[in-house]
């Protein structure tokens, strides 16, 4: 089956502005957790999200949210970019969440400037 | 505060030898711990899950044990060859949440 699919896989935005990606997880996983990996913080925990509710959060700034559809699928959304929000985006999907592996999709790469 | 910590950033060896990366946590109270490969530019991937109660995990050339006690894992790759070459990342789920904490990872090199 289709693994979890990442779209866009790379974006260059600029200072200020918003950026939405989306995460489509592999068919039947109700979990979907992103995560922002740097070379300096490695990879972070953003949110969780199973059955449309946010479960978990990350100690991000308000600046990143993220919503969950009914089918699953997942969107994340930075407003007001900084440099440093200059990342690879994880998505990450699971049948549950806890206990289970996880499967990452291929990120999206996002570069401010 | 609390950390993880995978033992170095980079670890060399020879093909055919035994590779060991460490992933040391505190102030955790980890349900279960996770390895993953990363290769460059593309996402993690899961290799092996060890729960709190368990010991030991074998798969193929891999072995996770996981010392609840010295608040330590440790990750083998037995006769190593240079396509094991990847950062790998130890990962911990903690009791009573959802979310997983990565390590930095440690990344291999395998040489021929």
């Known amino acids: 089956k289709a693994g979890v699919t990442q779209t866009p896989r790379y974006l260059i935005k600029t200072r200020g502005q918003q950026v939405t990606l989306s995460c489509s997880p592999i068919?039947?996983?109700?979990?979907v957790s992103w995560y922002q990996q740097t070379p300096g913080q490695g990879l972070q925990f953003l949110f969780e999200y199973f059955s449309e509710t946010q479960r978990n959060k990350g100690n991000f700034p308000g600046r990143f949210s993220g919503r969950q559809f009914s089918n699953s699928r997942s969107e994340m959304n930075v407003s007001t970019l900084e440099l440093g929000d200059s990342a690879l985006y994880l998505c990450a999907s699971s049948t549950t969440g806890v206990g289970n592996t996880i499967y990452f999709g291929e990120g999206s790469w996002l570069t401010v400037v | 505060s609390q950390k993880i910590e995978q033992n170095s950033e980079a670890l060399n060896i020879q093909e055919g030898k035994t590779a060991t990366l460490t992933c040391n946590y505190t102030?955790?109270?980890?349900?279960?711990l996770q390895w993953y490969r990363q290769d460059p530019g593309r996402g993690p991937v899961f290799l092996l899950l060890?729960?709190?109660?368990?010991k030991e995990k074998r798969k193929e050339r891999l072995k996770v044990t996981f010392d609840t006690t010295l608040k330590q894992s440790l990750f083998h790759i037995t006769a190593s060859q240079p396509a094991d070459s990847a950062t790998y990342l130890c990962a911990l789920r903690v009791i009573n949440n959802n979310d997983m904490r990565f390590g930095a990872g440690t990344r291999l090199t395998v040489k021929p």
């Open positions: 068919s039947g996983h109700r979990s």
């Open positions: 060890i729960r709190e109660n368990e």
């Open positions: 102030n955790y109270s980890p349900a279960y």
